[in-house]
Nanobody, 127 residues
């Protein structure tokens, strides 16, 4: 089992920045590819960004390219999502997720590929 705990969400104005953190425990963190997803009421969970087990590969949804940066610190068992130039449409509950994978694909974009999920952290961006 892997336990994931997100933090760093909050209420900010458009144009501001936030850094989300996801602390993992329970298993060897470096064995897991990680992802950030977000969800708004009535909608499916959508991919935001993902990073491979080593940090050498990353992928972003078009909505966050150029504004969001995913990173990880395997020594601290933590994955981060730096979000800059936030927009009202970024408002959502943000979840981190983990999948035990060290293969060539690197990053999985589909939520169903992930085995473990955090409880989520709310991000609200006001206009």
């Amino acid at each position: 089992q892997v336990q994931l705990v997100e933090s760093g969400g909050g209420l900010v104005q458009a144009g501001a920045s936030l850094r989300l953190s996801c602390a993992a425990s329970g298993r060897t963190f470096s064995n897991y590819a990680m992802g950030w997803f977000r969800q708004t009421p009535g909608k499916d969970r959508e991919f935001v960004a993902g990073i491979s087990w080593s940090g050498g590969q990353s992928s972003y949804a078009d909505s966050g390219k150029g504004r969001f940066t995913i990173s990880r610190d395997n020594a601290k068992n933590t994955v981060y999502l730096q979000m800059n130039s936030l927009k009202p449409e970024d408002t959502a509950v943000y979840f981190c997720a983990a999948v035990g994978y060290k293969g060539p694909v690197g990053v999985h974009l589909q939520a169903e590929r992930y085995d473990y999920w955090g409880q989520g952290t709310q991000v609200t961006v006001s206009s």
